[in-house]
């Protein structure tokens, strides 16, 4: 019986779908059985990220409306075989799902995987409730900036109160991580601190991702930046938080990205 | 290209650009028609249904989407009997087709 997980954020552009397939890849190579779920019809880029958007055929409306069954619509992953994506669909919109056919796509994910990771689309709209109802486990993706802060706050509200686990009177597992950290814009004040988020939005941390080009190139490859450069500072960030979200216990600390010494030798040069 | 351009990995800007090169063509040449290929699998399928019974479940849909062709797949899964009895269907139609034209015939078939 899997845990689902959705990813959100309110704000756009804050690192959700990097965070899902980075999330699930970690998830995936440590030997757990996962599927990422695009939530964001009309507008899908998780097929793109995961660097599958060759092969979709079908897509979680396909699903919903009966024309595929849900086994002929999952793209295995070429890297990691236990990794499967549900993509979203490009051409309809949100108003095509109902609440009752994502309701028994999503039991039937259950049955099928470890994990099922959501991404949900940007806003606090319909499409974003949809993604975070059926969920056990939700992280809440937010950038050191104020205005990406106080649209996760909406989010916490919206997860605490239109969610499955909401109406039926239990707590929603929250989580934040932490996306585009820069050590040196924090370490002159010119970021929120860590603390100040933590503080405002009163939820426990997963990670904190540091801004890192290694994100970019992961995404231009379409490769989860987990698979790509697993010893990178954001994937070796991610991955500690999969292994958290397995329930070990593991340090917190802001990676940093390790130079090598060619590197180092053409730094000095350069400078 | 220059002799050291074959040992030099892409850079990923160029592979991202390629990469939405070929995927927004294929999405433009694809609007018009969203359900191409759930249209094209069910009247392939309602062709195969004339001869054997197959599982809509059984049925792998694949699709690859290349530069200048796309590679649709149909895994079919024919139950034993099925197999046989389409394959004598299918000699019997080859050989009056055969007859009639005293030409080439060929066939492809792929049963998983």
């Known amino acids: ?271 | 290209m220059s002799i050291l351009g074959i040992f030099q990995k892409r850079n990923s800007g160029t592979v991202a650009r390629d990469r939405l090169q070929l995927i927004l063509a294929h999405e433009r040449a694809e609007s018009g028609r969203p359900d191409l290929v759930l249209q094209l699998r069910e009247e392939i399928l309602a062709v195969i249904a004339n001869h054997v019974a197959v599982e809509p479940d059984k049925v792998k849909v694949t699709l690859e989407r290349g530069e200048a062709v796309s590679t649709l797949g149909l895994d079919i899964e024919l139950p034993l009997g099925a197999a046989a009895k389409l394959d004598a269907k299918l000699a019997a139609k080859l050989a009056e087709v055969a007859a009639n034209k005293g030409g080439r015939s060929g066939s492809s078939k792929k049963a998983a």
């Not at chain 1, 779908?17 to 980075?22: C, I, N």
């Not at chain 1, 970019?216 to 999969?242: H, I, K, W």
């Open chain 1, 1 to 271: 019986m899997a845990k689902v997980l959705v990813v959100t954020s309110g704000k756009g552009g804050v690192g959700k779908t990097t965070t899902t397939a980075a999330l699930g890849a970690a998830l995936a190579q440590g030997g757990q059985s996962v599927c990422v779920v695009d939530f964001d019809v009309g507008l899908r880029n998780l097929d793109l990220i995961m660097g599958a958007e060759r092969r979709v055929v079908y897509d979680l409306i396909n699903v919903v409306n009966g024309d595929a069954k849900l086994p002929q619509a999952l793209i295995k992953d070429k890297r990691v075989d236990t990794l499967h994506l549900l993509p979203a669909s490009q051409t309809r919109d949100k108003d095509a799902l109902t609440d009752a056919g994502v309701a028994r796509v999503m039991e039937e994910l259950r049955e099928k995987f470890d994990w099922v990771i959501c991404d949900s689309p940007a806003g606090i709209e319909r499409g974003a409730q949809l993604a975070m109802h059926h969920a056990d486990i939700a992280v809440v993706v937010t950038n050191p900036e104020v205005s990406s802060v106080r649209d996760s706050d909406r989010i916490i509200g919206l997860l605490d109160s239109k969610t499955a686990k909401a109406e039926k009177g239990e707590e929603m597992e929250k989580h934040l991580i932490l996306t585009r950290y820069d050590p040196s814009r924090a370490d002159r004040g010119d970021m929120l601190k860590t603390e100040d988020v933590l503080d405002i939005l009163s939820i426990p941390l997963l990670a904190i991702i540091p801004e890192s080009q290694e994100v970019l190139r992961a995404s231009n490859l379409g490769c989860p930046v987990t698979l790509n450069n697993p010893l990178c500072a954001p994937a070796r960030a991610y991955a500690d938080a999969a292994r958290r979200l397995k329930g070990e216990e593991v340090p917190m600390s802001l990676p940093v990205e390790r130079k090598s010494f060619l590197d180092k030798l053409f730094m000095r040069r350069a400078a």
